[in-house]
């Protein structure tokens, strides 16, 4: 008997990208901290107020992407495994 289980790639998938985005939010924060306090002020393309708190929030959203994408391979795992169990 096959059993396919679609949502474990995609919580894998999820998770990466939250990975990706925390590498990316930190590499902004440390970028912005080696800045002086001027070149913060004249930097237009800021969501939040500053670079450093760009990279804060993003890596708060991250944080909180991966968590609810590690529930998602849990949920998946313990399905899985209700499914050998019944079936063996």
Avoid: H, W
């Amino acid at each position: 008997m096959q059993i396919n289980n679609t949502s474990f790639p995609y919580g894998q998938q999820g998770f990466q990208r939250s990975q990706d985005k925390l590498d990316q939010a930190s590499q902004k924060v440390a970028n912005a901290s080696t800045q002086t306090l001027a070149q913060n002020s004249t930097q237009p393309n800021t969501r939040y107020g500053s670079p450093i708190q760009d990279g804060l929030i993003d890596a708060k959203s991250s944080e909180l992407e991966a968590k609810a994408n590690a529930k998602v391979i849990e949920a998946s795992d313990k399905t899985i495994g209700r499914l050998i169990d019944i079936t063996v």
